[in-house]
């Protein structure tokens, strides 16, 4: 696995001309990772279950000089195949092709013994961590591949990659998506259009790593902001070539 380009400078217009959908836009890493996207010259799709938090996102993004973005509203919870496949022809239909796609809407579950893993919330993570961005994925295939050099970038974590005692759910749902993404990035590789990688964010100071760690000082953590060299980096064009690959935000921590 490869660590991280936190020390990356990426140009002013890195991402000029490129439409980006977001996923989780409104919130944590993924606003983080949609106002730099936009700042780099983007059009950002903003997709998320809460649009109140979307239209901030939107107003931060216009109210810097961005381009114009758009908002999806769509919970991963309820979303069906067919929902995807709607989206992708509203996306053909208003922008023609997709040059990037974060997949970063996550969900944690609880952190319990397996013995009292509630199997509804089991299945609620594995559909927001999983089965939903894979289906999103494959209705939007053809719009990546419209785009000269896609990057499709998934969202894992450390316990995708070392299981860990109580992390359930969540951990198996990001071993799945290292997994898929391996599967994926093997399937297109011939094609050298569209490249497929999974990033690890590292622990980044957000909500959801608060809830996991309730008791560590976040002033400890970087900021979603801080680790957005490497977002830019692989969503743009200074990391084609690396398709099927896991890579880290920043470097891991040593206490
Ligand atoms: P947050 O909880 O801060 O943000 C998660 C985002 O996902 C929110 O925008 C949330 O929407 C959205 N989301 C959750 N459920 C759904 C759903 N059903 N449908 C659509 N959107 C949904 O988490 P982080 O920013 O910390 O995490 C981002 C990604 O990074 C996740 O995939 C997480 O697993 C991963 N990660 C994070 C680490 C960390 O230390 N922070 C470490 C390793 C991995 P809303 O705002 O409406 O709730």
Request: proline fraction near 6%; charge should be negative.
């Amino acid at each position: 696995m490869a660590c991280c380009r936190i020390e990356y400078k990426p140009a002013g217009d890195l991402l000029a001309g490129r439409i980006i959908l977001v996923t989780g836009a409104g919130d944590g890493i993924g606003r983080s990772a949609a106002l730099s996207y936009a700042r780099h010259g983007a059009t950002v799709i903003l997709l998320g279950r809460t649009t109140a938090k979307l239209e901030k996102v939107y107003d931060e993004i216009e109210a810097a000089g961005g381009a114009q973005p758009a908002i999806f509203p769509l919970n991963f919870e309820g979303a069906t195949f067919k929902d995807y496949q709607d989206m992708a022809v509203t996306l053909e239909e208003t922008f023609g092709r997709l040059d990037g796609l974060l997949h970063n809407a996550g969900l944690l579950g609880r952190i319990t013994p397996f013995e009292q893993y509630d199997p509804a919330l089991w299945e609620q993570v594995m559909q927001v961590n999983v089965n939903g961005p894979i289906w999103m994925t494959q209705a939007l295939l053809p719009l990546l591949r419209a785009a000269p050099d896609a990057s499709v970038i998934f969202t894992t974590s450390s316990v995708g990659r070392k299981g860990r005692a109580y992390w359930g759910a969540y951990s198996v749902s990001k071993f799945a998506t290292e997994g898929f993404v391996q599967v994926l990035a093997d399937e297109v590789e011939h094609e050298g259009q569209v490249r497929i990688n999974s990033l690890n964010p590292g622990a980044t100071r957000t909500a959801m790593r608060k809830s996991a760690y309730p008791g560590e000082d976040p002033m400890t953590l970087r900021s979603a902001d801080d680790i957005m060299p490497t977002y830019l980096w692989l969503m743009g064009p200074d990391s084609r070539g690396h398709n099927g690959e896991t890579f880290d935000a920043q470097p891991p921590r040593t206490t």
